[in-house]
């Protein structure tokens, strides 16, 4: 039997990056205002093509690195896209990561973004591309695994308070917890151990708990 099958036209590879934070007691996403076209002068996630001498997971710790200024605390791939009309400029597949940052860092945009800065990320405004569609993903992903590993840790210092890491769940799920509830589930899933330091608040001082794992 004959072999009928050809090669597609020249498909490119690229990558982007879901960059959280919390700010505020606020669940922050990173985003870049795009200098150059497509859809110049509107916001999109750190990205670029992946280069042919590098790892996906390399070519997005350089795009963040350099769009940003950062370098990821935690990086996971999150999840491939590959929609024929997602860009403009021709058939690109992108692989999405998500990354963590403990705390705020000067923002250094490259050379394809003309600002970088933080925003809501339930509240972000309308992206390039299919940069929405991979946020959505990208917080779901993070609500989901918040309930079963320790990646909430990822946004806190390696030492902190209860009510400080009830704050970052909050922030992610987007509305208020049950703190009974919250310390209930908390001691039942044996990730948190006490310190024997005190964190000065506006009462009484509060203990210092550290992360004991698994992730």
């Not at 700010?23 to 150059?36: A, D, F, G, N, T």
């Not at 909050?170 to 209930?184: S, T, V």
Request: proline share 6%; net charge neutral.
């Amino acid at each position: 039997m004959a072999d009928n099958y050809s090669l597609p036209d020249k498909v490119h590879v690229a990558v982007d990056v879901v960059l959280f934070t919390i700010q505020r007691s606020e669940l922050k996403v990173l985003l870049v205002k795009r200098l150059i076209e497509p859809f110049a002068g509107g916001y999109a996630l750190p990205g670029g093509f992946v280069l042919a001498d590098e790892s996906l997971e390399h070519a997005a710790m350089r795009e963040l690195q350099e769009e940003t200024g950062f370098k990821a605390h935690y990086l996971e791939q999150l999840q491939s896209f590959g929609d024929p009309g997602r860009d403009p400029r021709g058939r690109v597949v992108t692989v999405a990561y998500f990354a963590l940052l403990p705390s705020e860092q000067t923002i250094q945009p490259g050379t394809d973004a003309v600002e970088a800065g933080w925003f809501s990320a339930h509240a972000a405004p309308a992206l390039a591309f299919d940069h929405d569609r991979i946020l959505a993903v990208a917080l779901r992903r993070l609500q989901w695994k918040l309930d079963y590993s320790g990646v909430g840790f990822d946004l806190l210092p390696d030492r902190f308070t209860l009510s400080e890491l009830q704050a970052v769940h909050e922030a992610i799920h987007g509305h208020p917890l049950d703190k009974r509830n919250f310390r209930r589930k908390l001691e039942a899933g044996n990730q948190v151990a006490e310190t024997n330091e005190m964190k000065p608040t506006g009462r009484k001082p509060a203990r210092l708990y550290r992360f004991i794992g698994p992730r």
